[in-house]
């Protein structure tokens, strides 16, 4: 399968600061890249479609001006959150779907994930 | 109600055991259903994807779907340790939107 790399895969920071996780597509392109967070044994929830060269579309309930989105390239997509709090806390992932394949939606690769922590 | 639920588990069984994780749903627009296996602190990785019923098999690996009863199941044969992850199931009508299950967590007892 296509290769999704996340990075850091674990950062802790004081709170007040930013933080930058960076998604990857290695092996493949793609034009939109989903960011999701997870908390400890609950799902997924989608927080943003990231869009390449586009803004980001966002889910209700997040904040645009918290989760800063860029999606600068075909291969690179950016989350930074910002002034983070401890309730920030959360292991965020990002998933990746392969240029060409429209509607095929099974084909969607995720990352490793980035574990935040914020005191 | 949420649209997809699953139970959390935990789930426990010995090796060699046929295994049977279960999602049901609400929403008759889901036409694509898939499987991922998450390993602790690690990302999702696609184990099975499905459209529409059917039946779908890769090697240990069976996925039913049961559109009438809004009902998936994913079914691992002589199971393994190594098969011991948190599984989430996960649906869509078209586009990109996956909506996940909460994940059962397996855990396979040599």
């Known amino acids: 399968g296509a290769v999704v790399s996340q990075h850091p895969s674990w950062v802790i920071c004081k709170s007040g600061t930013s933080v930058k996780i960076e998604c990857r597509s290695l092996d493949f392109q793609a034009t939109t890249m989903f960011w999701y967070r997870q908390f400890p044994k609950q799902s997924l929830m989608l927080m943003a479609t990231?869009?390449?060269?586009?803004?980001?579309?966002?889910e209700q309930g997040v904040e645009k001006d918290k989760f800063l989105i860029n999606h600068a390239s075909l291969t690179l997509s950016t989350l930074t959150v910002t002034s983070a709090h401890p309730e920030d806390s959360s292991f965020y992932i990002c998933?990746?779907?392969?240029?060409?394949?429209?509607?095929?939606?099974?084909?969607?690769?995720f990352g490793e994930g980035s574990r935040l922590t914020v005191l | 109600q949420k649209e997809v639920e699953q139970d959390p588990g935990p789930l426990s069984v010995p090796e060699g055991a046929i295994v049977s994780l279960n999602c049901t749903y609400s929403?008759?627009?889901?036409?694509?259903f898939m499987w991922y296996r998450q390993y602790s602190r690690k990302g999702p990785e696609l184990l099975m994807y499905t459209y529409s019923s059917g039946n779908k098999e890769d090697g240990r690996f069976t996925a039913q779907v049961d559109k009438s009863s809004k009902y998936i199941s994913l079914f691992i044969r002589d199971s393994q340790p190594s098969d011991s992850a948190t599984y989430l199931c996960?649906?869509?009508?078209?586009?990109?939107?996956?909506?996940f299950g909460k994940g059962t967590s397996l855990l396979v007892t040599p």
């Open positions: 998933s990746a779907r392969p240029m060409g394949r429209g509607g095929v939606t099974g084909e969607l690769f």
């Open positions: 996960a649906m869509a009508p078209s586009g990109y939107a996956l909506n």
């Open positions: 929403n008759s627009a889901f036409q694509y």
């Open positions: 990231s869009n390449e060269g586009s803004k980001a579309t966002y």
